[in-house]
């Protein structure tokens, strides 16, 4: 290589190469395990690669049937006989007991929120929502602060197919109920004030 070649910022160790999630991958199919032949290989064989992706990461449920049915660019057809729940997908292989959230705001201090706990809201919430009929398709609109519980209640709605659509409190009235008049939601979920820069709006 010329001495004034670009020279790269990092290279990882051989002992990060080896605990790299990309090397298990490539050992457990008997895929190439030097980058630039593995990346050679996922862009001459695309269907298989992604397959093979889909399956080691338990991307979904069940049968995900052919990986790509239609590779004109555009317009690619990629699992068209598949579904994959986000809400599932997120919790997958999660430590009950680890931090998935910490949050804090001008009205609380600093505090966590465990997977364990985030799945047991997620779980409440998304039973109240199925309650009030919610089902895959319809929408769920929120009139929510960017706190800790606004993320199970996205989680619940994602849960069962629902559309999820917030604003933030601060947003005036006028904008919140254009933004959510177009979609037509079947449930609504607010709070009655916020506080910002140390004042009360209610």
Known sequence: ????????????????????????????????????????????DVARFWRLIWDHFEAGQGEPGPALTDASMPGAVWFPEAEVNFARRIFHNRNPEAVAIRHASELRDLAEVTWGELSEQTARIRAGLQ??????????????????????????????GAIWSSAAPEFGSRSVIDRFAQIEPKVMLAVDGYRYGGKDFD
Do not use: C, K
Request: proline share 11%; glycine share 6%; hydrophobic share 45%.
């Open 131 to 160: 309650a009030l009929g919610v089902g895959a398709g319809d929408r769920v609109v929120a009139y929510l602060p960017n706190i800790a519980e606004t993320v199970p209640a996205f989680l619940a709605t994602a849960s069962l």
């Open 1 to 44: 290589m010329p001495d004034d070649a670009p020279q790269p910022l990092w290279t990882p160790t051989p002992e990060r190469i080896e605990r790299a999630a990309i090397t298990g991958f490539a050992r457990e199919h008997g895929l190439p395990e030097d980058y630039d032949a593995l990346w050679r290989w996922s862009v001459d």
